[in-house]
């Protein structure tokens, strides 16, 4: 299994939580892990012309962040979970691992496992986000990104 977390440089800030973060899924045994950043998303965004179109199109860097782990998870499967969550259960016990999508919110984090790649649930969740994104762009940031639309 994949683990993603994203981290885009943008000021060279640092937390030692997100250190911490990086660690605790670093070391499960039996999963992938990496670290993305703004480069290497793209890289993947620029395989899917319609996602391309709708990364281009984004206001804020942090719509790309959230649209990036969309784009991971659609793209490989596997496990994103935000740089401020430490992982305390190195069997992932808490993951439904028999059911395609699981979601949830820690405060205001996300961790999001979906077991296979290229589900046609995320083509919808892409054509949603592409369709509206003139609405999702006038609202208020904190307000239109995340595992809530998932």
Known sequence: MYIHQIYFNYDEYW????????ESWNDI????????????IYEIVKEYPKIKSLWDK???????????????????GGLYADLDVVNEDASLSYIDKDHFLT??????????????????????????????????????????WGARYI
């Not at 937390?15 to 990086?22: A, N």
């Not at 996300?110 to 986000?129: A, C, G, M, Q, W």
């Open 15 to 22: 937390d030692d939580l997100w250190q911490q973060s990086m």
């Open 58 to 76: 984004l206001k804020y860097p942090v719509q790309k962040i959230d649209l990036g782990r969309f784009v991971l998870i659609y793209h490989f």
């Open 29 to 40: 045994s039996g999963t992938q892990y990496k670290l993305w950043n703004e480069a290497d």
């Open 103 to 144: 979601a949830c919110k820690v405060l205001e984090t996300d961790i999001i496992y979906y077991k296979n790649p290229k589900h046609p649930h995320f083509k919808n969740f892409f054509s949603y986000l592409d369709k509206n994104l003139e609405e999702v762009n006038s609202k208020e940031i904190y307000k239109i």
